[in-house]
């Protein structure tokens, strides 16, 4: 079949219309994307690529039907096919392109103009590149997504004051503080969002008192070392967390870690969890000496002080719709190159 923007498909969840515990059963790893870009079954022969973060797992593919990318959708093993067709949304066509082009540019995003989803993307197509799984139409609508995020994130204001998760958190923590006495921060994982976390607590409540725990310990003690802050094997995290104020999870594990009874009879009075699947517990929301927020609780607050973004909504609008009748015109010639070659 001859590739064209009109046989894109893109079928997946966002946190527009489904709930955080559905989306933790749609997520994906690394390894397990691994796993699927290798998979032998023939209904896997299509280029697609999986964007799989907090707020959206989306299958995106030129040739592939709607029930084929569902299939794929299932692999994890979390759902059913039946179920996976209860939540997902299907885009077909020019409309993918816009979708994902809304994606890039942080318009989609649960906190308008966030824009840690532009790594995500990239890292996510690179993967499925690296494993044969793509093709030169993806790569254009990919690049030209990254084009769009690039422009708008420099010729408008949409951006402003990035306010990405890990910031917000630490944003909340911030106004919660308010004698200005050190706090002892417990920072679990440190991943992609773990890392961000890290360096917003050091900008931003440097008197605080870290302790960064990873299951890999130089990389742990590297950052200890870098900021300044205690370090600790996962081995001991329960020692630490006796002796927090504060938790903040960001691991990437595929169930949760963090139990009530981690946490009765500990200092803590806070916990934040970052983590899509979520890795604390939706019982400890019930302990009566803390507080949880999860990641949808996080970005909800954040967006209720971010309405003066919207008014940039137009401009990046106008720059999506640009580099949208770009592609559609290099579209059409190919097309029309194509029809001109003698077989």
Known sequence: MVSSFNNLTVVGVNFHKTALEIRNKFAFSSEQLQQIYNHPSTKYTSPFFILSSCNRTEAYSINATPDELIDVLTFNGRLSREEVQNHVFIKQGEEVMRHVFRVASGLDSQIIGDYEITGQLKNAFALAKANGRTDGYLEKMVNTALQISKRIKNETTLS????????????????????????????????????????????????????????????????????????????????????????????????????????????????????????VHPDVANMAQLRLYNIDEVSQIVNDTITQRKNEIPKAEAIINEHFSELIDWHNRRIFYLSQKPL
């Not at 706090?183 to 961000?196: E, N, P, S």
């Not at 104020?245 to 500990?266: K, Q, R």
């Open 160 to 279: 402003d004051g990035t306010t990405s998760v890990s910031y917000a958190a630490i944003q909340m923590l911030k106004q919660m503080d308010t004698t200005g006495a050190p706090v002892r921060v417990c920072l679990l994982g440190l991943g992609k969002i773990g890392a961000f976390t890290l360096k917003n607590l050091r900008d931003y409540l440097p008197n605080h008192l870290v302790t960064v725990v990873n299951r890999n310990e130089a990389k742990a003690q590297a950052a200890a070392t870098e900021y300044g802050i205690g370090f600790a094997p996962m081995d001991n995290q329960w020692e630490v967390m006796n002796n927090s104020d504060v938790v903040i999870v960001a691991t990437g594990a595929a169930a949760p870690i963090v139990y009530p009874h981690h946490l009765e009879n500990t200092p803590v009075k806070l916990v934040f969890d970052l983590s899509v699947p979520n890795n």
